[in-house]
């Protein structure tokens, strides 16, 4: 992917703004700071292609766009979201137009002529590294946040999906509600941990590609190592984008094979654990890991072949067929794999939550 974030300006100057040092920001658990009125006009542009009209790539401009908008130390009077693309399809997806609701902008098909701010997202590039430990937990070259100053581009912050924890949070409490990411839920969740009662494991099993052979088993053996913990069984696909947000919300433990339905790990709790299978030949340690990390979850993964990074370095250059076509074979899970991972994820969750 190219990746850059650009933000130009136009009738305006930085004598306009509000002193730098009274610009305040929430906490992931407290309210967001009130900002006074604006009559500036904001702009949010997202350069359009054909991942565009997947979701899942659509959310990486709508949080980063939402991150921008959390950093102006006022509330705009108006904010559009432009798309520069003719994949219409961007627009008759239900997830993307309903994140989109709570971005606070106008979406419009027209390129704006009249405005205060102007920022443009490009496709985000992600880059691996290699893992730092060996129980899943991974460590990135994040892309970075660049302003537009006279001309020329100046590095001014890392971003990844949003910017921060705390615009995780506030984007949790706009899609949400208030509840979300109080510290009542991380004591009550700091109780169920170490008690047994109400851990919440959830387990996603795709209805085609990349569905588990085995998933009647990997549930068998949850409920019987964890008799007391809250089992929830979906597909996602069967759910409005509010449901699925929601369910993301209400687990601890998150088991899945990659795929779009974790962009919905945006709404996960401090200390989530999110645990991701993939197919030999396809493996992206780098897409969702980021988005997780950044909401306070913890990552796992699963590659069903040996040396991930080593397997698609030989692999080289594929096509797009190609992937397509790894990124849908079926995957089995060791169930001893399987079970002794899943006591290492809520060990983790445990010791991440001990730290709080």
């Known amino acids: 992917f190219s990746s850059y ?41 997202w350069i359009g292609d054909d991942r565009m009209s997947h979701f899942a790539h659509a959310a990486q401009k709508i949080f980063a766009c939402w991150s921008f908008l959390q950093n102006l130390p006022y509330i705009p ?44 997202f490009g496709p985000f590039n992600i880059k691996p ?57 991380n004591e009550n969740n700091l109780r169920n941990t170490f008690s047994g009662n109400q851990l919440r494991i959830g387990l996603i099993q795709r209805p085609k590609s990349r569905a588990f052979t085995n998933f009647d088993n990997l549930t068998i053996i949850v409920a019987r190592n964890y008799p007391d913990a809250q089992i929830s069984v979906s597909d996602m696909e069967s759910k409005k984008p509010i449901e699925q947000a929601q369910w993301f919300s ?21 200390c989530t654990v999110v645990f991701q299978a993939y197919p030999k030949l396809f ?19 699963y590659y069903n072949g040996t040396d991930p990074h080593q397997e698609m370095s030989d692999l080289g250059e594929t096509t797009p067929a190609q992937r397509y076509e790894q990124r849908e074979l079926l995957l089995y899970l060791p ?21 709080r």
């Open 250 to 270: 209400n687990q601890d433990i998150i088991i899945a094979a990659h795929g779009a339905a974790i962009t919905n790990a945006a709404f996960i709790s401090e």
């Open 335 to 355: 169930e001893d794999f399987f079970a002794s991972a899943l006591e290492a994820m809520i060990t983790k969750r445990r010791e991440c939550l001990l730290k």
């Open 129 to 185: 590294i290699m893992p730092i430990s060996h129980d899943g937990r991974f460590s990135y070259d994040h892309f970075f946040n660049f302003i537009d100053v006279e001309g020329s581009y100046k590095r001014i912050s890392k971003i990844t999906w949003f910017e921060n924890k705390a615009h995780v949070r506030s984007f949790q409490q706009k899609v949400l509600g208030s509840a979300a990411g109080n510290n009542n839920d």
């Open 5 to 45: 974030h650009r933000t130009s300006t136009q009738a305006y100057s930085p004598g306009n703004e509000l002193p730098e040092n009274k610009v305040e920001y929430a906490s992931p658990v407290q309210p967001p700071i009130k900002k006074p009125f604006s009559k500036k006009v904001v702009v949010c542009e």
């Open 77 to 120: 009077k108006k904010c559009y979201a432009y798309v520069s693309s003719d994949n219409k399809s961007f627009f008759m997806q239900p997830w993307t137009m309903f994140m989109l609701s709570h971005l606070d902008c106008i979406l419009v098909r027209e390129k704006p002529t009249v405005f205060d701010i102007y920022t443009t």
């Open 283 to 301: 493996f992206l340690g780098f897409y969702f890991e980021p988005l997780v990390e950044i909401a306070g979850g913890i990552n796992y993964y």
